[in-house]
């Protein structure tokens, strides 16, 4: 099976010609691919399209697409996990939209009834998951058959049909990161990298070993427990109610009590 896509995360740091094994992208992963068979060892593939407690690392444009084009060559599915990422928190219903791919199948969760009862769902190509393929008793959960649950995850999605959230969460996230990336400018010393996808944030602390510009001492620097390279602080604020106006200036003034006393 040859790995034709070109990117690869390492710590939350994304490298440009790194491919699995740690050689160049056409490297052959021998033991994968059955050529005779024509069938490969891997049933699926899982993805987070922003990696949640990974790091909210966010991956090349045309990461997913490649990706993509590499198992439907090799009957591989797409499994997106949208636990943390689903409904709207990147400013799209699936985070996997921002990036231009459908899926195999999405499992989803937790903002389906934003918090309040352990619900989950599966979405799957109608050939993975109908009727005659998955039928009646092929699974089953120990939070099944919840009442409350589902009605509180019907509540939630009428809600979302209420008000334009993708307008809504990219604005708001668009002024909360643009907020952030004025502190990291204002303060080195104290933000080594913001990023963020609608209302998914991202603050790393700084210093200059973070802010290295190579970027394998950069992955290093950004591995959580490496000396210099704290863990990420993950910013994901409420959809709905949340002030990002509010928000990013109160970080603002702790970072200034914390960094310069004299000035907040």
């Not at 928000?247 to 960094?259: E, V």
Request: charged share 20%; hydrophobic share 35%; with cysteine.
């Amino acid at each position: 099976m040859a790995i034709d896509y070109e990117y690869a995360s390492v710590n939350g740091a994304w490298n440009s010609g790194f491919a699995l094994g740690g050689s160049c992208a056409q490297q052959s992963a021998y033991g994968v691919w059955d050529a005779k068979a024509e069938a490969s060892e891997f049933g699926a593939f899982y993805i987070e399209a922003v990696q949640g407690t990974g790091g909210y690392v966010i991956s090349p444009a045309d990461y997913f697409k490649r990706l993509k084009g590499t198992c439907d060559k090799h009957k591989i599915l797409i499994v997106d996990d949208e636990v943390q990422m689903g409904f709207y928190r990147t400013g799209k219903f699936w985070a996997i939209e921002n990036f231009g791919i459908t899926p195999d199948i999405i499992v989803f969760g937790k903002a389906l009834t934003n918090g309040l009862n352990p619900i989950s769902g599966i979405w799957a190509r109608e050939e993975l998951i109908s009727p005659e393929a998955f039928p009646p008793g092929s699974t089953h959960s120990t939070f099944s058959s919840n009442p409350l649950g589902t009605a509180v995850a019907l509540e939630t999605l009428k809600m979302l049909e209420e008000e334009n959230y993708e307008t809504l969460v990219n604005e708001k996230g668009a002024y909360f990161l643009a907020g952030l990336r004025e502190l990291e400018r204002r303060h080195p010393e104290s933000i080594g990298q913001v990023d963020g996808l609608g209302l998914a944030l991202l603050k790393r602390s700084g210093g200059e070993f973070t802010r290295s510009r190579s970027p394998h001492s950069r992955a290093m620097a950004l591995q959580p427990g490496a000396v210099g390279g704290p863990a990420p602080e993950l910013l994901g604020p409420s959809l709905h109610r949340s002030n990002e106006r509010r928000s990013a200036d109160c970080l603002g003034t702790s970072i200034r009590a914390c960094y310069a006393p004299g000035t907040v």
